[in-house]
């Protein structure tokens, strides 16, 4: 087994402290952080959320798998500069307007970040201008927004006109997910994606990037 393949196995372990030593010994021996990143770190978060999705493990497991790949993260992220060799692309995640349940959300996010995209979340009760401005700031490619309550959903639209409004529309990717939210409603106010679940979610950025 490679050393790559190691730290891949101690992400999914949890083991943060093995991810650690791991990751230094990666780098001592010459292995690029870009190929730690995404064949070490990253390519074991993916199995993460592969058994995930199949529910061979739950949230918690998730967590700690997270939290492990982070310990590698600390290590290899000052050395990547400007490289970003793994970023797969900048999403921009929130709860809508008026809308304060983050569980889901968060875990979207933690996937994500496990994925190797990179990540802002602008936590609950988020406004069309509050993610605006991380586009127009950040250049990212996906915004995701999460709602709970049928009466918030509504806004949602108005996100995604204020995407139409900047001319942003087709560059910049919308994604809805949450409790009331389907397919078809994802069609009406056209937005570019819907997912049910968060893996289900992790596996449409990929495919709208991809």
Do not use: C, W
């Amino acid at each position: 087994m490679t050393i790559l393949e190691d730290i891949g196995l101690s992400v999914e372990r949890g083991d943060e402290t093995s991810v650690g030593e791991l990751t230094q010994k990666a780098l001592s021996e010459g292995i690029s952080p870009g190929e730690i990143l995404n064949k070490g770190l990253v390519a074991g978060m993916d199995v993460v959320g592969e058994r995930f999705k199949k529910n061979e493990i739950f949230i918690p497991e998730v967590l700690v798998s997270a939290r492990a790949m982070k310990e590698g993260m600390k290590i290899v992220k000052p050395l990547l500069g400007d490289e970003i060799a793994g970023s797969r692309g900048k999403v921009v995640i929130g709860t809508i307007k008026g809308d304060l349940h983050d569980i889901g959300k968060n875990i979207v996010g933690m996937l994500l970040e496990g994925a190797g995209f990179e990540v802002t979340d602008l936590g609950t009760d988020v406004t069309k201008e509050q993610f605006m401005e991380v586009v127009e700031k950040e250049g990212v490619d996906i915004i995701g927004m999460s709602a709970l309550l049928t009466t918030t959903m509504t806004y949602m639209k108005e996100v995604i006109q204020s995407v139409e409004d900047a001319n942003l529309k087709g560059k910049v990717k919308v994604i809805i997910g949450g409790a009331p939210i389907t397919q078809s409603y994802a069609e009406e106010i056209k937005a570019d994606g819907y997912a049910p679940d968060a893996a289900s979610a992790v596996d449409l950025v990929k495919s709208l990037l991809g």
